[in-house]
């Protein structure tokens, strides 16, 4: 039965997100925006100035950054959703001895909150990252039906400076030079009875 859910085709009309409120060092008024994909499958977030640092003249407190968006999710009546994966790209420069993290978690109001899933990268390395977070079929946190409930994304990254040189900044971001990075959310459809 949950496996066919995940299966059934994406709702035909068109979904719409709304950013509610966006709190967090990592995405200040103005730096974080959302879009949903044309045939229903995804949305994606794009951070403009989301970087934590440490080392070199870095300040004690850019080394860890999160941010927690809200979002309105408005789909057609009779579907809901769940997120069955997540793309989280970005770059880091981390120098030898040093590492980064990325942690993700999500929610729909007023229901438990996923796991965090963490990923690190270790130094030396100056590259663009990619990891991608999938949830089992029988794990997927549904929307309620029926039910108007704010869907939450939480994000953090950290640099741990390790025992790379104290004069050398080290950094992991959301963000890349061209501006082309996103994390991307990708739904699960499922009919509603």
């Given at each position: 039965m949950a496996q066919a859910a995940v299966n059934d085709p994406p709702p035909p009309g068109r979904i719409t997100l709304d950013v509610l409120t966006v709190n967090g060092s990592g995405c200040k008024a103005g730096t974080a925006a959302v879009a949903s994909a044309a045939d229903n499958t995804a949305f994606t977030v794009t951070y403009s100035d989301y970087l934590a640092q440490a080392g070199g003249k870095s300040n004690p407190t850019d080394l860890r950054k999160n941010c927690q968006l809200s979002l309105a999710v408005h789909i057609p009546q009779g579907f809901t959703y769940a997120i069955?994966?997540?793309d989280y790209r970005g770059y880091a420069n981390l120098a030898?001895?040093?590492?980064?993290l990325e942690r993700a978690s999500y929610y729909h109001q007023g229901q438990a909150q996923t796991t965090p899933v963490s990923h690190t990268i270790k130094g030396k390395y100056?590259?663009?990252w990619q990891f991608t977070d999938s949830t089992p079929v029988g794990a997927l946190v549904w929307?309620?039906?029926?039910?108007?409930?704010?869907?939450?994304i939480?994000?953090?990254l950290r640099v741990d400076k390790?025992?790379?040189?104290?004069?050398?900044?080290?950094?992991?971001s959301f963000d890349s030079a061209?501006?082309?990075?996103?994390t991307i959310y990708h739904f699960a459809w499922k009919k509603c009875p």
């Open positions: 069955a994966s997540a030898d001895g040093a590492s980064g100056a590259d663009n929307k309620p039906c029926g039910e108007d409930r704010n869907f939450n939480n994000t953090e390790g025992t790379s040189d104290p004069n050398t900044t080290s950094f992991i061209d501006g082309g990075v996103k």
